[in-house]
């Protein structure tokens, strides 16, 4: 089935140490995205790419970052700079063909959630 | 400066009533999009509807309504006879201003929806 995994789903991470979190998609989609939901905030953009070995920052990449060698990966790591990584993390894919007929519709994996103890 | 506020933070009803979550919106882009998602208990968003700012018909896909109304920035989703199934958090979404092609959003805080049996 096509789609996009996170992993892993949880994750516990000691102050001062990186994290990776895996985002893998099979759906061929060259846009992907990751965002960060916090409780009663809603989702906000970390960093997205629309083609490989190209990646912008969104609203709040300061402690993140990300590289896209694949396609299908797109990897987030979470540094030792973020000053609060606890937090759901989401990944999303979406399509640029077919134009602003696509906008804004994207696939999300299940989320990893890191806590930092 | 462009923003998303949904209006409750979390509404319960009893199934079979209808429920109505509400958007409101701030952009100064005079063409835009806007969404609604829904996150079930699995933590993966999914997306429900994408109205561009030119069409603002309503639109009903079963038992699911949308009701935009550009004079007073609102992008309201009302669910009729609501089911159990339901229960899920419900997010209202516009794209960043000059993104029109993307899956760049402002979501807003989100809405938890407990549909009772």
């Known amino acids: 089935d096509g789609g996009i995994t996170q992993s892993p789903k949880y994750l516990f991470r000691k102050e001062g140490q990186n994290v990776t979190l895996s985002c893998e998609q099979n759906?061929?989609?060259?846009?992907m995205y990751w965002y960060r939901q916090d409780p009663g905030q809603g989702l906000r953009l970390i960093y997205y790419?629309?083609?490989?070995?190209?990646?912008q920052k969104g609203d709040i990449a300061e402690g993140y970052s990300v590289s896209r060698e694949k396609k299908e990966s797109f990897p987030l790591t979470v540094t030792s700079a973020q000053k609060n990584p606890t937090a759901f993390y989401l990944c999303a894919s979406s399509s640029t063909r077919g134009g602003l007929q696509r906008t804004g519709e994207l696939f999300f994996g299940e989320g990893s959630r890191l806590t930092v103890l | 400066a462009q923003k998303v506020t949904q209006v409750q933070t979390e509404i319960s009803v009893v199934e079979k009533e209808d429920v109505t979550l509400d958007c409101v919106y701030e952009?100064?882009?005079?063409?835009?999009?806007l969404f609604w998602y829904k996150q079930p208990p699995s933590g993966e968003l999914v997306f429900l509807i994408r109205r561009n700012s030119f069409d603002e018909q309503n639109e009903i896909s079963g038992r699911y309504s949308w009701n935009f109304q550009k004079s007073t920035s609102s992008f309201n989703f009302t669910i009729t006879a609501s089911q159990v199934v339901d229960s899920a958090v419900y997010f209202c979404a516009l794209n960043f201003s000059g993104s029109s092609n993307t899956g760049k959003l402002i979501f807003g805080q989100g809405t938890t929806l407990q549909v009772k049996p």
């Open positions: 790419s629309q083609i490989v070995n190209d990646f």
């Open positions: 759906l061929n989609h060259d846009a």
């Open positions: 952009t100064r882009d005079t063409t835009y999009y």
